[in-house]
């Protein structure tokens, strides 16, 4: 290398170090970074494990049940203030129990403070209840409610097999869960705290929960399937309030 | 000193110091066609999701019109085949029956294929990209690669297309191995441009047409609980994407043991990729195996012929409203045909830019 270049190169490393010291002098001392929130899935059905395509287990009707497929959404996830009041954290998730990626989120930019408690639907409020409301993805057009059916998304689609009522036969279900009046709404009261850092929130859907209180639900004779049958959705709906727990 | 004049002076050293430093080099390997390859946009047409695609396959103008050579050009195989043979563009590039190791398997067509998260009637593939290297194999192409490199290199074209979407001047200088994944490269990326999206369901949904009276009556049997057809091929893209036994058969050999192949899990025996029913008018016969060799047939199937005891049927083929078939008259099912029918894309199957080139 000549000398000239030699030069000029020093030139600009003075240079670049110089742009380096006054872009720090020009930015405000940086505010403490705000707290995260990541909130984690887990199932079970009456504390036993989730385990695909297994006739293992049995709700409170005594249906002996294997689970097949469970994809939902989650929308309006929001915080609950002491006032009561919530603070609205993120718009929606899609969930699908069999791809673990999916099963947790992270919340940015939580202000310092405490909170009494978390809220959210189980589906799609319905603002966005709406075919192509929600963004245009694989995930979410697989969950599109058709339009001569009322248009919108599935809230769940929950599925799996049971032994019918004699006990010889493997028939299939489906509580697939839609439309505005279905939609579950789910309040957690437990105090969260943000103070800087990640804060981790782990929940566990209890499948079983689906099936009881306050209806006890009877594949054989409540139905196997929901879709288009208004009062079998207003049961499962009706029972999902606290399928979910915190802890 | 402001932020960007000072990025700006930087700039402008570096130009300065950067040609004399080249004039210090002694070599000039420079070649004559710099490697440039422009990036292909995918047209993404309305209505449709973002398509994935691999960072280690980009689109390229180059690559697509190589790997349009290629689809064509049998001097990949040593007895005549290329993949036009079995994929004909007339059939939304499927084509019947091929038979492999003494079981048919119907040929799937190509199309809307960036979308697809697996390929292949079980699923054994994952990356489209990969698909083609099966066909190296003595049961497709039989290839002998010395004689490929040899082809190719005498070529007129081949040579300089190779360089231009890949930077390979010399297809005798890499490994047959690399050859064979640089073919499959440049074919996927013609596959991945074969777009349909231009049906009559397309422009109904768009509010750009009306359906007949016979069409609409199918739609709604098709997208309600009536046929039950929308779970699985539903969405702008006819398919859900899910492995599902239809009830077809109550005992698996062979083939019909489906995804179960692939995964070695005894719960997905009888499990086959729900395929997008896009131009399912023109991709007779029908199912893995071809067995159905109408729509009728397909549709009867599915009102009257579900093995409901079939092991690992899927939920939604037990329904109540199913358990005695589909109940449907023989008035909803020529419907239903009606509107499968309104699925296919006559400007897919003529378009140009998918023809052999010339």
Redesign the interface.
């Given at each position: 290398?000549?000398k000239n270049?030699l030069i000029?190169?020093l030139?600009?490393i003075v240079?670049?170090a110089?742009?380096k010291n006054?872009?720090a002098e020009?930015e405000p001392t940086p505010v403490p970074p705000a707290s995260s929130m990541t909130l984690k899935v887990s199932y079970e059905v009456d504390g036993i494990s989730l385990v695909?395509?297994s006739l293992m287990y049995s709700n409170a009707a005594g249906n002996n049940y294997s689970v097949?497929?469970l994809q939902y959404f989650l929308s309006q996830i929001s915080l609950i203030k002491s006032d009561s009041s919530k603070v609205l954290m993120k718009d929606y998730h899609y969930f699908d129990a069999t791809i673990a990626s999916t099963n947790q989120f992270t919340i940015e930019n939580i202000p310092e403070g405490g909170f009494i408690g978390v809220s959210f639907n189980i589906g799609i409020d319905p603002a966005h209840n709406i075919t192509g409301a929600l963004p245009?993805?694989?995930n979410n057009?697989?969950m599109?409610w058709?339009?001569?059916?009322g248009g919108g998304y599935h809230f769940m689609k929950f599925?799996?097999?049971f032994l019918n009522v004699t006990g010889d036969?493997?028939?299939?279900?489906?509580m697939h869960l839609g439309k505005n009046e279905n939609l579950v709404k789910v309040e957690i009261y437990a105090p969260v705290y943000f103070n800087h850092g990640n804060f981790i929130y782990n929940m566990t859907m209890n499948l079983n929960e689906w099936f009881k209180n306050p209806y006890t639900y009877n594949f054989n004779t409540d139905?196997?399937?929901t879709?288009?049958d208004s009062l079998a959705m207003h049961k499962i709906s009706s029972n999902g309030t606290d399928v979910f727990t915190h802890h | 000193?402001k932020?960007e004049l000072?990025?700006l002076?930087?700039a402008f050293?570096?130009v300065?110091?950067y040609p004399?430093?080249k004039k210090?080099n002694k070599t000039n390997e420079v070649p004559v066609v710099p490697y440039t390859p422009t990036p292909y946009q995918l047209k993404v047409p309305a209505?449709?999701?973002?398509p994935v695609l691999p960072d280690f396959n980009p689109l390229t103008e180059e690559g697509v019109r190589l790997g349009r050579m290629l689809f064509y050009d049998s001097i990949v195989s040593s007895n005549g085949l290329r993949c036009a043979s079995c994929h004909d563009a007339q059939k939304a590039f499927s084509k019947g029956i091929f038979v492999l190791g003494g079981e048919n398997i119907s040929v799937p067509p190509l199309e809307n294929l960036a979308?697809n998260?697996d390929f292949e009637w079980f699923g054994q593939v994952n990356a489209l990209d990969h698909v083609p290297i099966g066909d190296f194999t003595p049961d497709f192409f039989n290839p002998n690669m010395d004689t490929l490199v040899r082809r190719i290199k005498n070529h007129p074209q081949y040579p300089t297309l190779f360089y231009q979407a890949f930077n390979v001047s010399d297809v005798g200088a890499i490994t047959h191995d690399e050859l064979k994944y640089k073919i499959s490269y440049a074919i996927i990326q013609f596959v991945r441009t074969l777009i349909s999206s231009n049906s009559k369901y397309d422009r109904f949904v768009k509010h750009q047409v009306i359906l007949t009276p016979e069409e609409m009556d199918g739609?709604?049997t098709y997208?309600?609980?009536k046929g039950d057809c929308?779970h699985c091929h539903?969405?702008?893209?006819l398919t859900?994407?899910t492995y599902n036994n239809t009830g077809l058969d109550t005992v698996f050999t062979g083939q019909n043991q489906g995804r179960y192949l692939v995964t070695g899990?005894p719960?997905d025996i009888g499990r086959f990729s729900a395929p997008s029913l896009r131009n399912i008018e023109l991709t007779a016969p029908y199912m893995h195996d071809g067995r159905f060799q109408t729509l009728d047939d397909v549709v009867e199937f599915y009102n009257s012929g579900v093995h409901l005891?079939s092991l690992?049927?899927?939920?939604?083929?037990?329904?109540?409203?199913k358990l005695n078939g589909l109940q449907l008259t023989v008035q909803d099912k020529a419907n239903l045909i009606a509107f499968l029918k309104t699925l296919t894309d006559t400007s897919f199957i003529n378009n140009p830019d998918f023809l052999p080139p010339h």
């Open positions: 290398m000549k270049q000029a190169l030139v600009f240079f670049f110089s742009c006054e872009k020009e695909y395509d097949y497929m245009n993805n694989t057009n697989n599109e058709p339009e001569p059916m599925e799996g097999h036969t493997l028939y299939g279900f489906n139905g196997n399937y879709m288009a | 000193m932020k000072c990025y002076a930087a050293f570096l300065l110091i004399s430093c210090d209505g449709f999701p973002q979308w998260p739609y709604i997208y309600t609980e929308f539903g969405s702008i893209l859900s994407n899990n719960n005891n690992n049927i899927d939920p939604l083929m037990t329904k109540p409203a």
